[in-house]
């Protein structure tokens, strides 16, 4: 069976999807821009972007009583390689090692003209 897991912290789905499903000890989070709690885009450094992307999936793993320990994948998606460098920086405050498998990968466009989407995987 499968739960919805939805937090007032996080920004609100903007499509017809929820913001994370827990299925038999994993949660799965859909993927999280960096959209402010007022649904609009952050408009700030790259390295703000990050943490908001960061912020709003660790509300999402909190409404499971799960934080980043438990996370074992994550996808990202960039628009752009030259926000490598800052995303790799800012990703690395939040994990310790073993790091979770991960994969980037760089797309024409995201939702919203977003310039980067995080999801992950996490297992209790």
Known sequence: MKKEIKSVNASKSIGPYSQGIEAQNIVFTSGQIYLTEDGSLLNGSDEEKVIQVMQNLMYILEETNMNFDNVVKTTIYITDMTIWNTL???????????????????????????????SMIAVR
């Open 88 to 118: 790799n920086d800012v990703y690395s405050r939040y994990f310790t090692k073993p790091y979770p498998a991960r994969e980037t990968v760089v797309v024409k466009e995201l939702p919203k003209g977003a310039v980067l989407e995080i």
